[in-house]
């Protein structure tokens, strides 16, 4: 199958000042080798570590106009994903350009189009081939690999959201959840929405083998004890076992270049190897 079908192509001017709110869309930008006209990004675009140099314009749920207008943006490309409302409609009346790209990631075939689109995009088509073909070739051997194991651990992860300042359980409608199943496991914890609420009776429910927190809200309680303090926390396999685990924000959220190694971290850690 071929890595990528031709696309329509965007030209990007060499005088853009770009503003990318998105970290899947970032990764792949740098992947591409295509960050020269960034000028601005979010927080929680963490990789690569040179993308840290650059001016960070707030939280993408929780915006501020006034830093993204302080780096003179031409463009700001976003996933759909950015807030809150008010911040954007200021933007927009504004008239500053934005952009989505079209390729919802969501699975192997939908990752490799949002390469492939953002490769035409920036006139960067032969590394996005590049890019789809090995991330699809690493992510596939890894899913071979789990077979090995005849078990499958329950996994239980939490992030901390920053727009709403609480904790939250990542659920079986996520993108987490897939690589969690790529990796050899299960989640442990099903909702309408990728993300739900942290409660005493739903980690009760789940009781998981594993816990899995981003780092942002791992760092904010800073050890195992303060973790176990969750509600419901303490009484689950995982916690009697101390089988709770960091992991960064940026590698278990969305399908980006690093899947494959990412998701062979995760099956490490689940599988206790």
């Known amino acids: 199958m071929a890595a990528c079908a031709s696309q329509e192509k965007k ?10 709110l998105a970290k899947q869309y970032n990764e792949i930008i740098y992947a591409l080798h295509a960050e020269k006209d960034l000028v601005g990004v979010d927080l929680s675009s963490v990789f690569p570590s040179q993308i840290n140099k650059l001016p960070k314009v707030g939280y993408h749920r929780a915006l501020s106009s006034e830093a993204i207008l302080s780096v003179n943006p031409t463009l700001i490309i976003h996933d759909d994903n950015i807030g809150p409302d008010h911040v954007v ?13 079209q390729a919802k990631s969501k699975d ?22 590049i890019l ?16 090995k194991y005849t078990d499958k651990p329950s996994v239980l992860i939490i992030h901390f959201g920053q727009a709403k300042n609480h904790y939250l359980l990542v659920t079986q409608k996520s993108t987490a959840a897939k690589m969690i199943d790529w990796a050899g496991g299960k989640l442990s914890v099903t909702g309408e929405k990728g993300m739900r609420v942290l409660s005493a ?32 926390l303490a009484e689950t396999k ?30 490490h850690l689940i599988h206790g190897n």
């Open 89 to 101: 409609s200021q933007l927009e009346k504004m008239k500053i350009p934005m952009k989505v790209f």
């Open 132 to 147: 789809a073909q090995n991330f699809e070739n690493e992510l596939k051997e890894v899913i071979q690999s789990s077979t």
């Open 238 to 267: 995982a916690a009697k076992s101390n089988r709770i685990y960091r992991v960064n924000e940026c590698d278990i959220m969305y399908l980006g270049p690093r899947t494959g190694k990412n998701t062979l971290k995760i099956q």
């Open 11 to 20: 030209k990007v001017d060499n005088t853009e000042r770009i503003v990318c």
């Open 201 to 232: 009776e739903a980690i009760a429910l789940a009781n998981p083998d594993v816990i899995l927190m981003t780092d942002f809200g791992f760092d904010r309680l800073g050890s195992l004890d303060k973790i176990k303090t969750l509600p419901g």
């Open 108 to 129: 192997i075939i939908t990752t490799k189009k949002l390469m492939c689109e953002m490769g035409a995009y920036f006139h960067k088509e032969k590394e996005a081939k």
